[in-house]
């Protein structure tokens, strides 16, 4: 009997061995996909770029109607990112597989290149800033608790995550938006500039913030404007039935309210 039980148990594990093989499998094509796709939509997003820099406030305005930065984006980031005239994303999809490898030894599967430009501000020194990232893959033991220790080593399986180098930031003297009080560090999204990708004491999500930019804000920037138009206005009538509650002749001021909607 027992010896049935451990056969059943044996082919449960090849099966699901079996199962991890075909995710990465419907990874690798996923990537595929991808890549022609950012090839298929580069001319369009071109084009796009030369229009939407006749637009004011169109890249601010489409941050904000993106819902999943809300929570990255201070009221004190807004007042440089009213400032920002170009976004652009480059996907590096062009990479050599079986020669590219990072610092580490991790085959690097793509890149992404993020653009930033601004107009003349009070915070930045230099109004244009680049980051890239990488997508890389590397053998890792497994985390599944099933795997028995006393049978041996555990088994390696290859996992992926985004890597970058960290970007610095020259900022004007007294302007600088991730730093507090006493040099404490705050949680202004210019903190995503110095992401790694590798360490404790890293910024947290920015790997996710960089997919939200180029998989979410880049490819629907369009209808994101049209959002964040919406929010803007929804955000003045608030502001002018706050103010409807002072008396003009008062003293005192409608509290301050951050610019972005978060609903």
Not at 152 to 167: A, M
């Amino acid at each position: 009997m027992k010896d049935n039980e451990d056969l059943k148990d044996e082919e449960f594990s090849a099966k699901l061995q079996e199962l991890a093989v075909l995710s990465e499998e419907h990874a690798d094509l996923e990537l595929e996909i991808q890549k022609i796709t950012h090839k298929k939509l580069a001319p369009f997003y071109s084009r796009r770029r030369q229009v939407v820099r006749t637009l004011p406030g169109f890249w601010p305005t489409a941050l904000r109607g993106c819902d999943e930065l809300a929570d990255y984006i201070s009221y004190e980031d807004d007042e440089l990112l009213d400032h920002l005239v170009d976004l652009h994303v480059t996907y590096l999809d062009d990479v050599d597989e079986d020669a590219a490898t990072d610092s580490q030894g991790r085959k690097i599967l793509s890149r992404v290149r993020f653009e930033f430009e601004f107009e003349d501000n009070d915070f930045l020194v230099d109004n244009r800033i680049e980051k890239t990232f990488a997508l890389v893959s590397f053998a890792a033991e497994s985390d599944d608790e099933s795997d028995d220790e006393a049978a041996g080593p555990k088994k390696k399986t290859t996992q992926t995550k985004y890597t970058s180098v960290p970007t610095k930031l020259v900022w004007k003297k007294h302007k600088n938006l991730t730093k507090g009080k006493y040099g404490a560090s705050t949680n202004s999204f210019f903190n995503w500039f110095r992401f790694a990708g590798d360490g404790p004491g890293d910024y947290a999500g920015g790997d996710e913030v960089a997919l939200t930019i180029s998989e979410v804000v880049f490819p629907e920037a369009e209808k994101l404007y049209i959002a964040g138009m919406g929010k803007d206005g929804d955000d003045d009538d608030e502001d002018d039935e706050l103010e409807d509650e002072y008396d003009v002749g008062s003293d005192d001021e409608p509290p301050k309210k951050r610019v972005k909607s978060s609903d």
